[in-house]
């Protein structure tokens, strides 16, 4: 079993930044990688970012290249999105996942919401 927990969405204007948590706990000795998704009302879940949790190899949306950043504290068993220059089009609510196989993930957070103001 995997705990997730995330923390630091919120309300931000357009051109800005916010930097979401997700920590996990549990069987985290076999994680394989972690992402982070987003699901926007009337749309289906989307792979934002994901983390190969050992080589710390990363892999982006098309949509947030460049603006999105995915990374890992090991020790803390932590993953982190910073976003910059977000746009109305970001705006969703924003889901960590926990894999041990890939391209499979078997534990998912909360959902954190994020709101971009135009």
């Known amino acids: 079993q995997v705990q997730l927990v995330e923390s630091g969405g919120g309300l931000v204007q357009a051109g800005g930044s916010l930097r979401l948590s997700c920590a996990a706990s549990?069987?985290?000795?076999?994680?394989?990688?972690m992402g982070w998704f987003r699901q926007a009302p009337g749309k289906e879940r989307e792979l934002v970012a994901v983390?190969?949790?050992?080589?710390?190899?990363?892999h982006y949306a098309d949509s947030v290249k460049g603006r999105f950043t995915i990374s890992r504290d090991n020790a803390k068993n932590t993953v982190y999105l910073q976003m910059n220059n977000l746009k109305p089009e970001d705006a969703a609510v924003y889901y960590c996942a926990w894999s041990d196989y890939p391209s499979t993930y078997a534990y998912w957070g909360q959902g954190t919401q994020v709101t971009v103001s135009s």
């Open positions: 549990g069987r985290t000795f076999s994680t394989y990688a």
């Open positions: 983390i190969n949790w050992s080589r710390g190899s990363t």
